[in-house]
């Protein structure tokens, strides 16, 4: 399995912008789909974005569309999340994850088979 460590988290106003980041380590970085997930309290987690092995696709949960941009840096074993024009409602924890197996870009946590250890983001009013 391949180690995710994310970073970039905070507090927020409503309309500001985050730029998360999640540095793997372990396993060559460019066999993996990466993808970010959020999990508000009392909610489930939920898919965010997702980000193809060699970065040409890109695939976005519709609350986040037009807002957040996945990306990654296969030469900096890293992919992140750049986030703009945030709502309240996108206050959760935001985990990075890795697909070692799928094919295409999944959407469904239970494709994934690495989890970092999360980030707080959190949006004030």
């Known amino acids: 399995q391949v180690q995710l460590v994310e970073s970039g988290g905070g507090l927020v106003q409503a309309g500001g912008s985050l730029r998360l980041s999640c540095a793997a380590s372990?396993?060559?970085?460019?066999?993996?789909?990466m993808g970010w997930f959020r999990q508000a309290p009392g909610k489930e987690r939920e898919f965010v974005a997702a980000i193809s092995r060699s970065g040409a696709s890109t695939n976005y949960a519709d609350s986040v569309k037009g807002r957040f941009t996945i990306s990654r840096d296969n030469a900096k074993n890293t992919v992140y999340l750049q986030m703009k024009i945030l709502k309240v409602e996108d206050t959760a924890v935001y985990y990075c994850?890795?697909?070692?197996?799928?094919?295409?870009?999944?959407?469904?946590?239970?494709?994934?088979?690495?989890w970092g250890q999360g980030t707080q983001v959190t949006v004030s009013s």
């Open positions: 372990g396993r060559t970085f460019s066999n993996y789909v």
């Open positions: 994850a890795a697909d070692r197996r799928t094919l295409g870009i999944g959407v469904r946590a239970i494709s994934y088979d690495s």
